[in-house]
């Protein structure tokens, strides 16, 4: 039950942490970059693309090694990822605006600020899943999936309702920074648990990984059509987001809360 609870903790501080970042980091670049709608939408790109090779490095981590090995590289880099805080976004908008485009600066300054923290904060939630099957094959893990998005919705409207009207950019990412750190505890913490070898029960053995792997594996694995189709469906949502999003901006207002309301309806039907 414990180690349950911390995992549900940890996967909803992941979430909550990887949207609640998106406006705050993007609020922060606008006294640099200007206060128009390229700038959150240059950084949704940034999010999104981070965000898809957070997914394919928690696929291929899973894939390609066992769950002790998995655990030590993530632990790792999350021990890695502390070196970027606190985040400096703040503080480091005016050296690269002034030395490049814009677009490229935004895509630099977040590369180059919250690259790691990113990456690896998007990869909880389908790092744990596959950790958390192979130690309870028979659980439903994708009570973790509605977790995620609820911690995600909670992020998004909390943004501009709440931590935008009570704090300054620098506070909020002084906070986010130790909400960062708080994360990373309970992560190794999840991970090492997860890696333990488990007791064996007499009445009910545990299953191998390899079973385990075996048994959430489909029958035949996709073509390559069917792998292009879905990822072209899949760009398609994130494309409709960044045009929606940008329509929005551009007429209305470039303010978070615009920002935030095509990026929280995506985590509505999930």
Known sequence: MALTVLLGTTVFLSAFLLFLIQ?????????TFGGTSAVWVTSLVFFQTTLLLGYAYADRLSA?????????????????????????????????????????????????TLGLPYLLLSSTGPLLQALHHLRFPTRNVYRLYAISNLASLI????????????????????TW????????????????LYARPRPASPSAPEPSEAAAVTNLAP???????????????????????VAT??????????????????????????
């Open 23 to 31: 406006p705050m980091a993007a609020k922060a670049m606008l006294p």
């Open 64 to 112: 390609w090694l066992g769950a002790q090995a998995r655990v030590r590289v993530h632990i790792g880099l999350l021990l890695a990822s502390l070196v970027f805080l606190p985040l400096q976004v703040l503080n480091r908008s005016s050296d690269i605006a002034g030395s490049a485009s814009p677009s490229i600066g935004v895509l630099s300054l977040l590369l180059l």
């Open 155 to 174: 992020a998004l409207l909390a943004y501009p309702f709440t931590v935008e009207r009570l704090w300054p950019v620098e506070t909020q990412l002084q």
């Open 177 to 192: 920074s130790g909400a960062y750190l708080v994360f990373v505890l309970l992560c190794g913490s999840t991970l090492w």
């Open 219 to 241: 029958d035949a694995a996709p073509t390559a059509r069917t792998q292009a189709r879905w990822l072209g469906l899949a760009a398609l949502g994130s494309a409709l987001l």
């Open 245 to 270: 999003t940008s329509h929005m901006t551009q007429n209305i207002a470039s303010i978070p809360l615009f920002w935030v309301l095509p990026l929280g309806c995506t985590c509505c039907p999930l």
